[in-house]
């Protein structure tokens, strides 16, 4: 088995990854120095290589992403039909809710301002703040980074109240409630922080528009850090400068980058990270993508089903 690794590995991640199948030939490499032989050959790669590139990749048997996102590989024509595809959900849930925890607590306490403030060398008082005790959270997707950010909330004394696409027999641990999609607009209006966790799908593209702003509790923060073309730009910056939200936090945009003379720069009570919640910023997060790597591998050559493979 030829298995082809896309991301940076120190010597003992390295040596787990290769405990997993030992008896294949592993290849590290950075996609702007691949061998087209490499590729070619590749039955497994482990990476978010350029999708146009999988063209050539005429052996994969498996993709396993190192990102829990996966849009641009199902909308691909360059895939075999038969090549799986696996996600690292489960690798990110950490990472990605305490990005956005702390993105939301900023808001709550004001500390743009106050940063801003020490720029200006100015010692002011920014007025009231919010907590996150006894407040409401409801959370948009209630998978792994979802069900983090729920048992962060329930930490500090809020409830987290969860929409997703299915019912389930289980409410996932962290939440006080979950409700399907359905019931999403009855829901916003007792919310102090909306959080998506979401991925893009035409099912989510723009649906924090005017009508879901719309229905926020006066006052509430909304926070994105799933996929940015789940919000429409304008609606957005019209909910900020009218003061009917208390603030957004944004860790993903649309587009990205987003431009410098983009609006959503200068709104009222933003605070904007450049995807930067996920990736590989946080250690453990890599260890977590070589676990979910490895198990997958093994899978893979016992012909078990595959972790966290999506649907094409």
């Not at 039909?81 to 305490?98: F, K, N, R």
């Not at 200068?266 to 977590?288: E, K, Q, S, Y």
Request: net charge negative; proline share 4%.
């Amino acid at each position: 088995m030829n298995v082809l690794v896309l991301i940076s590995l120190d010597s003992e991640q390295r040596a787990r990854l290769e405990a997993a199948a030992p008896d294949a030939r592993f290849v590290y490499a950075r996609e702007d120095s691949l061998a087209n032989n490499d590729l070619s050959t590749a039955e497994i790669i482990i990476g978010n290589i350029e999708p146009e590139r999988l063209s050539d990749a005429r052996c994969l048997r498996l993709l396993q992403l190192g990102s829990a996102g996966y849009d641009r590989y199902i909308e691909t024509s360059q895939l075999r039909e038969d090549t799986l595809i696996a996600t690292a959900v489960g690798a990110y849930g950490q990472a990605v809710s305490e990005h956005a925890l702390a993105m939301v607590l900023s808001q709550m306490k004001r500390l743009p301002q106050y940063r801003d403030d020490q720029r200006m060398h100015e010692w002011v008082d920014e007025g009231p703040v919010a907590t996150m005790r006894g407040a409401r959270a409801l959370v948009l997707g209630t998978g792994d980074i979802g069900s983090h950010f729920a048992r962060l909330v329930r930490a500090l004394g809020g409830r987290a109240t969860g929409i997703r696409r299915h019912t389930a027999a289980e409410t996932p641990d962290g939440f006080e409630s979950v409700f399907t999609q359905d019931a999403l607009f009855a829901q916003l209006g007792s919310a102090d922080v909306v959080a998506s966790f979401l991925p893009s799908s035409k099912a989510t593209r723009r649906l924090a528009d005017a009508t879901f702003f719309a229905a926020m509790k006066p006052g509430a923060l909304f926070a994105n850090a799933g996929r940015g073309d789940l919000v429409a730009n304008d609606d957005l910056i019209r909910a900020l400068e009218s003061a009917h939200l208390g603030g957004a936090a944004l860790d993903v945009t649309d587009p990205e980058p987003l431009p410098s003379d983009h609006r959503l720069w200068n709104a009222p009570n933003i605070l904007i990270t450049p995807h930067v919640a996920g990736g590989f910023h946080l250690p453990l997060v890599m260890d977590g993508v070589v676990d979910i790597a490895a198990e997958n591998i093994c899978r893979l050559e016992h012909g078990e089903p595959i972790r966290n493979v999506v649907s094409r």
